[in-house]
């Protein structure tokens, strides 16, 4: 067995959206939920983990990628709304909806389930469900504040973008929490002439 890495396929998202995530974090923050956020440059959309991989297996990884993208164009996404899974109740992950570009990455999400189940990589047992994680729950204490806020908010305004590249990510784990980044990126063509950033 050679060397591993952690490896997972995700929809980067634009820096200014990614400020506004933040934002939002640094509000919510207030409310000294036990959560662990998610860090203002680590925020993705993660279509496919396929956790620890051998190096040598990466070349064939790409390859199902590409393959699983040739079909695909570049799409709008919006972002709306607060919600956490499995409930609000008692919320595990708290995240931002996907208004807009669900159904495409839905798509996506299914092409790499199947292209990579035959590299051997397990398919997922839940249907994908498009979201952008902003933090997961530690423990419930001290919530009640925090879902309250969250509720209050309700129909957050995330902004939109142009999804128009899907990355092959790398995950470090380090005693800070995990450190991204970009093994290889794959455009998704533009074959919407004028399709707006925002």
């Not at 925020?43 to 990628?65: M, N, Q, R, Y």
């Not at 807009?100 to 839905?106: A, S």
């Not at 129909?155 to 005693?175: E, V, Y």
């Amino acid at each position: 067995m050679g060397e591993e890495v952690r490896l997972f396929v995700a929809l980067p998202i634009l820096p200014k959206l990614r400020t506004r995530f933040f934002n939002l974090v640094k509000n919510l923050e207030k409310k000294n939920g036990d959560v662990k956020w998610v860090e203002e440059q680590n925020f993705h959309i993660t279509l496919k983990f396929l956790g620890e991989t051998d190096k040598t297996k990466i070349p064939s990884v790409e390859k199902a990628i590409e393959e699983s993208l040739a079909p695909f164009n570049s799409f709008r996404v919006k972002f709306q709304s607060l919600g956490g899974f499995p409930n609000l109740k008692r919320p595990r992950v708290l995240w931002v909806g996907v208004e807009r570009g669900g159904d495409e990455m839905k798509s996506i999400a299914k092409e790499l389930e199947n292209k990579l189940s035959s590299l051997g990589f397990e398919k997922e047992s839940k249907e994908f469900s498009p979201h952008l994680t902003i933090g997961r729950v530690k423990s419930p204490k001290f919530t009640d504040a925090l879902i309250e806020e969250i509720k209050r908010i309700g129909n957050f305004d995330g902004g939109g973008m142009k999804a128009d590249r899907i990355h092959l990510m790398k995950s470090q784990l380090t005693p800070g929490g995990a450190v991204y980044s970009v093994v290889r990126s794959f455009p998704l063509p533009d074959r919407e002439p004028g399709l707006p950033e925002d």
